[in-house]
């Protein structure tokens, strides 16, 4: 298994290429079953999540043919059911877009109840409720989820969530794109990944609109067909380099990006004495002076993003101060803390708030990365450390972080990656996205 040893202390110069966006790559590769004809997605970061799920188009009949290192080619034109994509799909949890993409596709949908970071109890209620509003039958039981529309074609509704979901609102605009009739999605997520699939969706010939605000309407077209389409960058990937900087000092153009989708984290870093430039596509972002202690709560989006809460907290253990941190999505999200804590780290957890107290460094330490962003948290952490800082399971880290060793490095981070021989006895991974 893999590790990575961080000898820390070095602040962070130069310029980093941000990667396209793993939440939107999750999410469309999925719609794209839909597609008769070629799609090409560019922009497609490299990463074990991705290539897993173009593992599963291709068990169910798929041609995928990577074009370059970014740019793949998939033809779905002679797509079927298959029960070979079970152990893939239980892996990660972007694999329950294929029920909305396979009700859409074929009338039924066949797949397992999917993995997931474990960070408290990940309901998928709200897609279900949405798949039978479009006339589905779900029958779950034994891991496996298994649907089919009446009459062998979804048909338009009106669907209220009842919690603000991304999942959701993903998995009812996908399943709607070819129902008959038009679907109107209310209380709809607004992150930047779900504007990024309804693009791809309309690029192919849907007919999405109002992504990005709480109303999405979908009128169902016959069919969808290739086309070509480049993810946005990654906003979350980002955020970790941005709080990397602000974390280790230095100062770095992190470039590819919307900086807009960065500002909810632009507006905390500056709070807490962090120098930020925006460009059209980079931001620059400088740290030479004592962090400020602040508060953050995490929400859906244009809030504070939960996936940048573990990489926030660790910054804040360096701010002077007392800082609190409430983790407002899921129930819990602090269990990396205790490996920070080895590092010397001085945080209170309770329930879903966190309260840090700052110290004046961190100490490198054997830890492990409970999750993919918790486990970049772990690569933050050893930078700005004093010493060596020993860091296990980064498969999870690489589930979700195109090339972070390669990347750091270029900025002058002291980083390495290592094999160790895979012990047989060792767990597999079964924990998946973020
Ligand atoms: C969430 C984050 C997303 C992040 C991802 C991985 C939000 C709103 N979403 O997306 O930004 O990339 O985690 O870390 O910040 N829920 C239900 N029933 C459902 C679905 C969800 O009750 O059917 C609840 C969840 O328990 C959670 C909240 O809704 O408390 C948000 O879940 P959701 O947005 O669906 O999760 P992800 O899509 O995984």
Redesign the pocket.
């Known amino acids: 298994m893999d590790k990575y040893i961080v000898k820390g202390g070095k602040k962070l110069f130069g310029e980093v290429e941000i990667s396209g966006a793993k939440?939107a790559a999750v999410a469309i590769i999925p719609a794209a079953l839909m597609v008769n004809g070629v799609c090409r997605i560019e922009n497609l970061p490299q990463i074990s999540d991705t290539d897993k799920l173009l593992e599963i188009l291709s068990l169910m009949g798929a041609q995928v043919r990577l074009v370059n290192k970014t740019t793949v080619d998939v033809d779905c034109t002679n797509v079927y059911l298959s029960d070979e994509i079970f152990e893939l799909t239980k892996a990660i949890?972007a694999s329950y877009y294929l029920i909305g993409s396979m009700l859409g596709r074929f009338g039924e949908a066949r797949t397992t109840m999917p993995g997931?970071?474990n960070?408290?109890?990940?309901?998928?209620?709200?897609?279900?409720?949405g798949m039978k509003a479009l006339g589905a039958t779900m029958n779950i039981g034994n891991g496996l989820i298994c649907a089919s529309a009446r009459d062998g074609r979804l048909k338009g509704n009106r669907v209220y969530l009842?919690?603000?979901?991304?999942?959701?609102?993903?998995n009812i605009m996908i399943a709607a794109v070819l129902a008959k009739g038009q679907t109107v999605i209310e209380n709809a997520?607004r992150?930047p990944h779900i504007v990024d699939l309804a693009n791809f969706l309309n690029s192919m010939g849907a007919d999405v609109r109002g992504a990005g605000t709480t109303t999405i309407k979908v009128r169902g077209v016959e069919a969808l067909h290739g086309g070509t389409y480049a993810l946005i960058p990654d906003q979350?990937e980002a955020g970790t380099y941005m709080a990397a900087v602000a974390a280790a000092g230095g100062e770095v153009r992190v470039t590819n990006v919307i900086p807009k989708h960065l500002d909810c984290i632009s507006a905390k870093l500056v709070e807490m004495g962090v120098e930020i430039e925006e460009g059209d596509d980079y931001v620059t972002v400088k740290r030479d002076a004592v962090l400020r202690h602040t508060n953050v709560k995490?929400?859906?989006?244009p809030?504070f993003?939960?996936?940048m809460q573990p990489q926030i907290s660790t910054v804040l253990c360096l701010a002077e101060g007392t800082s609190i941190v409430t983790e407002g999505?899921?129930?819990n999200r602090f269990k990396y803390i205790n490996e920070l804590r080895k590092m010397g780290a001085e945080i209170h957890v309770d329930g879903k708030v966190a309260v840090i107290e700052g110290v004046s460094g961190l100490t490198g330490a054997p830890v492990a990365a409970c999750d993919?962003?918790a486990g970049a948290a772990m690569v933050i952490a050893g930078l700005c450390a004093e010493g060596t800082t020993t860091i296990e399971d980064v498969e999870y880290i690489e589930r979700g972080y195109q090339d972070i060793v390669g990347k750091l490095r270029k900025l002058g981070a002291d980083i390495v990656a290592v094999t160790e021989p895979n012990d047989p006895a060792d767990k597999t991974a079964t924990a998946s996205?973020?």
């Open positions: 939440n949890r997931g970071c960070f408290g109890v990940r309901p998928i209620d709200q897609h279900i409720k009842d919690k603000v979901s991304v999942g959701a609102t993903i997520a992150e979350i995490t929400l859906p989006y809030g993003p939960t996936d999505v899921w129930d993919l962003r996205a973020g």
